[in-house]
C-alpha cells in the first residue's frame, strides 16, 4: 500500500516539513502605509513564473523527446513542488518525474536525466544574471572569481562530452551496473536557454515590486531584483540546506545591506521573500492536485 502510493506520501510529507521550517522562523516587519499596486504587481510576475516553469519543464522534456501536455508539466511540477523541503536535494530532482513516471510509464532513469539537465540549466542562468549584483556589490576574490569558476564547471558538464563519461563511469560504479546517459544536444540546449532565463526575469520583476512594496512604496534600486535568482541558486548548491531555507535569506540580506538598505528593512524584504514565494508554491501546487482530481 505504502508503495501503490509513494508519490503522494512524498507530497504530504513534505508539506509537514514546509510548516515546520516556517513557523521556527523570525518576526517580519510590512509596511504601514503603501500603495498595494507595487504588492500585486509583485504577485502577477509570481504566478507568471510558476507558469513558465512548467512550459521550462515541457520544452525539457520535448528536447528528451518526451512529449508532454502543458497540463501534464503543471501536474508534474506542482505536486511534488514542496518535496525539496525535505532535507536531502535529490528530492528536488527526482520530485517531478514521478507523475510522468506513473501514468506515463516513461524510464525513471530519462526523466531524471530531464529534470537534471533543467536544474543545471537554471543555476547556470541564474547565476549569469545574479553574476551582475555581485558586479556591483561584491569584490573580485570573494564574488566574482568563485561564480566564473562554479559557472564555467557548469557549462563544461552540459556541452563537454568527457564530462558526461565521465559522470556515466561513477554512477556505473555507484550503482554497479550499466546506465546509459543521454544528455540533449548542444543546439537543443542552447534553445532552451531563453525560456529559463524568461522564468528568472520573471520572478526577478516580481521580487523587485515585492521590495519596493514592503519599502513603503519607495524607489529600490533595480540591482535588488537580480539577488533573487542568486540567492536561490546559492540555496540549490548547499546540500544541507532543505529549499535553501536560511542559505537564500542571508543571501538576499546581504545584498539588500550592500545596496545601502538599513535597519529593519533587509531582514524584512529577506524574510517576506521567502513567504512570498511559497504563496507561488502553494498556488501551482492547488492548481496541479485540481488538474490531477479533474483526471480521476
Known amino acids: 500500500m505504502i508503495k501503490k502510493h509513494w508519490f503522494n506520501i512524498l507530497v504530504y510529507l513534505s508539506l509537514v516539513f514546509l510548516v515546520v521550517k516556517l513557523l521556527s522562523g523570525n518576526h517580519i ?31 525539457v522534456l520535448k528536447a528528451m523527446d518526451i512529449n508532454a501536455t502543458v497540463k501534464e508539466s503543471i501536474i508534474s511540477v506542482g505536486l511534488p513542488v514542496f518535496s525539496k523541503y525535505i532535507p536531502g536535494k535529490v528530492f528536488m530532482i527526482i520530485g517531478k518525474t514521478g507523475y510522468l513516471n506513473k501514468e506515463k510509464g516513461l524510464p525513471v532513469s530519462l526523466l531524471s536525466i530531464a529534470a537534471l539537465t533543467d536544474q543545471i540549466l537554471a543555476i547556470i542562468t541564474g ?7 555581485m558586479l556591483k556589490t561584491g569584490s573580485i576574490l570573494t564574488g566574482i572569481i568563485p561564480i566564473i569558476l562554479l559557472w564555467s564547471g557548469l557549462v563544461v558538464f552540459l556541452f563537454h562530452p568527457g564530462a558526461i563519461r565521465l559522470l556515466t563511469k561513477l554512477i556505473d560504479k555507484l550503482l554497479h551496473r550499466t546506465i546509459n546517459i543521454q544528455m ?21 520583476t516580481g521580487f523587485f515590486f515585492l521590495s519596493s512594496w514592503i519599502n513603503s512604496g519607495q524607489f529600490v534600486s533595480p540591482f535588488i531584483a537580480l539577488a533573487f535568482p542568486f540567492a536561490v541558486c546559492a540555496g540549490m548548491l548547499v546540500l544541507i540546506a532543505p529549499g535553501g531555507i536560511g542559505v537564500r535569506e542571508s543571501v538576499i540580506l546581504a545584498v539588500c545591506e550592500s545596496i545601502g538598505l538599513t535597519g529593519a528593512l533587509p531582514a524584512s524584504i529577506a524574510i517576506t521573500s521567502r513567504f512570498w514565494f511559497t504563496l507561488g508554491e502553494l498556488t501551482i501546487f492547488i492548481t496541479a492536485l485540481i488538474l490531477k482530481k479533474m483526471e480521476d
Open 184 to 204: 540533449p544536444s548542444s543546439s537543443l540546449i542552447l534553445k532552451l536557454l531563453p525560456i529559463h532565463l524568461a522564468y528568472w526575469l520573471s520572478i526577478s
Open 127 to 133: 547565476l549569469a544574471m545574479g553574476s551582475i549584483v
Open 29 to 59: 516587519e510590512l509596511p504601514e502605509n503603501s500603495s498595494h499596486s507595487q504588492l500585486l504587481m509583485s504577485l502577477f510576475f509570481l504566478f507568471l513564473s510558476f507558469f513558465l516553469l512548467s512550459i521550462r519543464w515541457k520544452l
